[in-house]
């Protein structure tokens, strides 16, 4: 009798949304015990670490996660030479997850961000509300002013364009944080004790030619529309900068999804961050590129994109171009990234040949 219960209530347990079709990717130096807190939304997935720093160190992951972890000496391994694209000593690394990954969906999150609760107590599951904004269409060519017009007991308002209500596919959802801010390190200086409390209800569109700061400790995006330009970055050891890996890819995808007619999405979900960096070394890491975004964020602003154009790689060479001829100028770092980015695009189609085609890497050991 207590099996047959048992056997009901597993039966009539819901399947979790794209639980084949989704990976976590997570960045880490660390065991991973913050994935208890996350165990009730996270188990069913599969999910692939990345782990930085030292290769030898140990990594313990709880048991019952169906998990890969990748360390830098399988990252060498795996692309050789073209391995030069890949970040070391900086969270910018988790973008090779992305490349080895052969889901649909990618959800990113850093192992100090835990469950939030929405003002009513309740749980909140990050990872479902990332699928469902992922799911619902974006509306990036005319602002609805009741946010999210897909989202239950919302809708167009009166004067939007019934031609434009059909949306288009969304590529990225871009999720917030409650408690610790994701402030730069002058902020951080003058607002040591602020904390985010406000809890906002809502998801809004990115509009067309509207730049953001996308921050990568709670992104999920659909890996088959935007994937090739979810690259970090050359960040953190060897580097002059860092703390922009996440901000440079997401003024990167932002050109593109313009350019193809993708959305962006940003808003719910929260998460927790539970740990404020030290802003004073934040502040080494960040200073050239306080000063560096002046002239990066106009670059964006202006970058057009030719008709010819026709794919996410493509869109992402033309735009490594640019930067060579453009920032290159600013700096020779930008001569480098620009260099790294075309190295990301070739090491990406080895990993992900055309349907058909025999992949010319083999991916990495399976845990």
């Known amino acids: 009798m207590a099996d047959s219960a048992a056997?009901?209530?597993?039966?009539?347990?819901?399947?979790?949304l794209l639980?084949?079709?989704?990976?976590?990717?997570?960045?880490?130096?660390?065991?991973?015990?913050?994935?208890?807190?996350?165990?009730?939304?996270f188990e069913p997935y599969h999910l692939i670490i990345v782990q930085d720093g030292d290769p030898s160190k140990t990594?313990?992951?709880?048991?019952?996660?169906?998990?890969?972890?990748?360390?830098?000496?399988?990252?060498?391994k795996i692309l050789g030479p073209k391995a030069s694209c890949i970040s070391f000593k900086d969270s910018a690394c988790r973008c090779f997850g992305y490349m080895v990954s052969k889901k649909k969906y990618i959800y990113t999150i850093d192992d100090d961000c835990f469950v939030a609760k929405d003002p009513s107590g309740k749980m909140i599951n990050a990872l479902q509300q990332h699928i469902k904004n992922l799911l619902c269409p974006s509306t990036p060519f005319f602002f609805n002013t009741l946010y999210d017009p897909y989202t239950e007991g919302a809708d167009f308002v009166r004067?939007?364009?019934?031609s434009l209500r059909e949306g288009v596919p969304t590529a990225v959802s871009h999720g917030l944080w409650l408690n610790i801010p994701d402030y730069d390190a002058p902020t951080q200086l003058v607002k040591p004790l602020e904390r985010n409390q406000r809890y906002v209800d809502a998801v809004l569109t990115i509009p067309k030619g509207t730049l953001f700061p996308m921050c990568?400790?709670?992104?999920a995006f659909d890996r088959e529309l935007i994937g090739p330009a979810m690259y970090?970055?050359?960040?953190?050891?060897?580097?002059?900068?860092?703390?922009?890996?996440?901000?440079?890819?997401?003024w990167c995808i932002k050109v593109i999804c313009d350019h193809m007619g993708l959305g962006v999405k940003t808003g719910l979900p929260y998460i927790w961050h539970s740990k404020a960096s030290n802003p004073f070394v934040n502040l080494r890491k960040e200073y050239k590129g306080i000063f560096w975004q002046e002239e990066i964020i106009p670059f964006f602003q202006s970058a057009a994109l030719?008709?010819?154009?026709?794919?996410?790689?493509?869109?992402?060479?033309?735009?490594?171009?640019?930067?060579?001829d453009k920032l290159g100028k600013v700096d020779p770092y930008f001569d480098k990234l620009a260099d790294a980015m075309i190295t990301w695009i070739e090491a990406w189609d080895e990993l992900n040949p055309p349907a058909g085609a025999a992949a010319k890497v083999p991916n990495g050991k399976a845990k």
């Open 159 to 162: 004067g939007y364009p019934f």
């Open 59 to 76: 990594i313990r992951v709880p048991e019952g996660f169906d998990y890969e972890l990748y360390n830098r000496n399988d990252i060498n």
């Open 216 to 219: 990568g400790m709670n992104l």
């Open 7 to 16: 056997a009901a209530a597993a039966a009539a347990k819901p399947v979790p």
């Open 232 to 250: 970090f970055g050359l960040m953190g050891d060897g580097q002059p900068i860092g703390r922009y890996d996440d901000m440079w890819a997401g």
């Open 19 to 41: 639980k084949d079709e989704l990976d976590i990717v997570i960045p880490t130096i660390r065991n991973l015990d913050f994935l208890e807190m996350w165990r009730p939304f």
């Open 306 to 324: 030719p008709k010819d154009c026709t794919t996410v790689q493509k869109c992402y060479i033309e735009l490594s171009k640019q930067v060579k």
